[in-house]
């Protein structure tokens, strides 16, 4: 843990602290606060740690504002206009930790609190979150009931900076934790302002689909990198979207059903309640109070068919499909690849599991859920596709153990044909050869380098070839390292650490030098590179994976707002990605389209949009 300046009364961590700090809460010192009434926005101070943290406080005074019965148990208390200091930095409400001690409070209560100060970090300290002060092995006293509750602060687009953080202080390892909070100036900074506190949100567009732990997002910047659909872009690591919040509701859902909504869809009323911060999204308006859905009608897209003497090359990420997924599943991913991608002659999927799914009995062959994938998309009124994949040595490719999620080629035979050229296995690799004066490869399908470390516990790249009207083209299938390990936008570090980037950068560069091998035998080759790259069009590893003028990303050839497959806390963004070497041509050479039928919606069969590329090769 970084030095932070502290009052002199206050100890630095100690060594005995080790235990707590790896579990997430921040002890200081366990003295006594001073005689004086300490009221909360002392305990809270200017920064985003406490002044008081491990010190016992006695007699807090606050008004509930907010019960939590599941979690992490406990109540906000607030306090009353007449105690708050005239300090926008300081914020005048806390949490209360009951943990597992009955909750004897109500909204309303006027109480005072004695406990310990502590900040608690939602994940462990490890995790890189902000910390979260509150008030621990607290004894309770209610002086009264049914008191009106502090008026909220409204939180809207003129309130919320457009600076998303203040940098963090290198001398403390890039941390922003010990800087003076500017809730004038960032975002940030105005979150922490007002931890805890009563606040509410008016109407509001939601721009993230209401998810299966009954949460959704919104923001309060209907212009911030909006797009058409209602979302909200993540078009660069500057441009973080402010604007969004998490809503979930304090009422359980066995209680009070929470909403449905879509994005583009409208929080009407809007939401009110006490401002937390958790370990998946940060800050969170826990909401007393929620208004209803208004559903805006967002509608699945569908892609053109291609044309005759046009190419469409697909990939897909299914979300670890196996044949113990219910026939719904299968049959709506059918249903999707047959309509809403219009029967590509190519589509590369992600996520296909082994024939008994998470089963861990060593199991590795996809036939059975290749068939029944296949059968249902034949149902559905589509091709009956051919497959192509390498098995894997078991649990070596990351991923649910047992699961052995792989990538595989489906092409339909009525229109492309497979160039199948003994078949790689699990450890070889398939090499650029010479043949007539042109590239191939000398195993089809066959695996790009998979001895190389940076595909350690991960899956391997998959390289096949196909001819399309008597052109050879190269498909490349990925599915790159996840974000794992990645600190969330709102960590204590600005910026944040990437630490996941490093491993998707080795496998970039490993592909990338896979394509310049083929160019090399033939410079105007057709060659197509395609998956869950799980990274942005912006970031290090396309730029690693387009290096020298290899391959460019298609998706750029989208609008910005365009720009996305995956929603992620409210930021539509790109994970998946089509790269075309120069032989497949420009922009104006080629028709590349994000069909977005999941990521937005509540409903979801997968939680990745597909991608679709068309050209004349």
Excluded: C
Aim: charged share 20%; net charge negative.
């Amino acid at each position: 843990m970084p030095h932070i300046p502290r009052p002199a009364a206050v100890s630095t961590v100690s060594t005995v602290s080790a235990l707590a700090l790896a579990a997430g809460l921040l002890v200081v010192s366990s003295s006594a606060a001073s005689a004086d009434e300490i009221r909360v926005h002392d305990i809270q101070g200017t920064t985003r740690l406490s002044p008081l943290a491990g010190q016992q406080v006695t007699d807090v005074a606050g008004i509930v504002t907010g019960v939590r019965g599941y979690g992490s148990k406990g109540f906000w208390i607030q306090s009353a206009d007449g105690a708050a200091d005239a300090d926008p930095a300081t914020s005048e409400a806390v949490f209360v930790f009951t943990g597992s001690a009955a909750l004897t409070v109500q909204t309303g209560d006027a109480v005072r609190v004695s406990g310990t100060v502590s900040e608690y970090v939602p994940g462990g300290a490890g995790s890189g979150n902000q910390s979260l002060t509150q008030i621990t092995k607290p004894t309770v006293t209610v002086e009264s009931s049914g008191n009106p509750l502090p008026a909220p602060v409204t939180i809207g687009a003129k309130s919320v900076p457009a600076a998303y953080a203040p940098a963090g202080d290198p001398a403390q390892g890039g941390s922003i934790n010990a800087l003076p909070l500017r809730p004038r100036s960032y975002a940030l900074d105005l979150y922490e302002s007002l931890e805890g506190m009563n606040v509410r949100v008016g109407s509001s567009r939601v721009v993230g689909a209401t998810d299966a732990y009954n949460e959704l997002w919104v923001t309060v910047k209907k212009h911030e990198n909006d797009n058409r659909r209602g979302g909200t872009v993540y078009g660069s690591y500057d441009a973080q979207n402010g604007g969004r919040l998490q809503i979930q509701q304090l009422a359980p859902v066995s209680e009070q059903p929470f909403p449905k909504a879509d994005v583009g869809d409208v929080l009407r009323g809007g939401a009110e309640g006490p401002l937390d911060f958790n370990q998946f999204g940060g800050y969170t308006l826990v909401a007393r109070e929620l208004g209803g859905i208004a559903d805006k009608g967002l509608e699945r897209e569908k892609t053109r068919r291609q044309a005759k003497g046009e190419l469409a090359v697909a990939t897909y990420n299914v979300e670890n499909l196996d044949p113990g997924d219910p026939q719904e599943k299968f049959d709506a991913l059918a249903a999707a690849v047959v309509s809403n991608l219009a029967s590509p002659d190519i589509l590369a999927l992600e996520e296909i599991q082994d024939d008994n799914g998470a089963k861990n009995d060593g199991t590795v062959s996809a036939d059975a859920t290749l068939k029944k994938f296949t059968d249902a998309i034949v149902a559905a009124g589509g091709p009956r596709y051919a497959w192509h994949s390498v098995d894997p040595h078991n649990n070596k490719d990351g991923g649910e153990p047992g699961g052995n999620i792989r990538q595989v080629f489906l092409h339909n035979p009525e229109r492309v044909s497979f160039t199948e050229r003994a078949p790689g296995d699990a450890t070889t690799p398939t090499q650029v050869v010479r043949k007539k004066g042109r590239a191939a490869l000398s195993h089809s399908p066959g695996r790009v380098d998979p001895l190389n470390d940076a595909w350690a516990d991960s899956r391997k790249p998959l390289a096949g070839e196909f001819v399309f009207r008597g052109r050879t083209v190269f498909v490349v299938a990925n599915h790159f390292g996840s974000k794992g390990g990645d600190e969330g936008l709102t960590s204590h570090h600005q910026p944040p650490v990437r630490s996941s980037e490093a491993k998707r950068l080795r496998q970039a560069q490993a592909v990338n030098g896979f394509v310049k091998d083929i160019r090399k035998v033939q410079r105007n080759a057709d060659v197509v590179v395609l998956g869950d790259i799980n990274d942005f069009e912006f970031s290090a590893t396309t730029k690693a994976l387009t290096d020298g003028g290899a391959l460019r990303a298609a998706v750029k050839s989208l609008p910005r707002s365009e720009r996305y497959s995956y929603v992620y806390q409210g930021n539509s963004q790109v994970l998946d990605q089509i790269l075309t070497s120069p032989g497949v041509g420009d922009a104006d050479d080629f028709s590349y389209d994000s069909v977005h039928i999941n990521a937005e919606f509540a409903q979801q069969n997968s939680d990745h949009d597909p991608q679709v590329l068309r050209f004349r090769p």
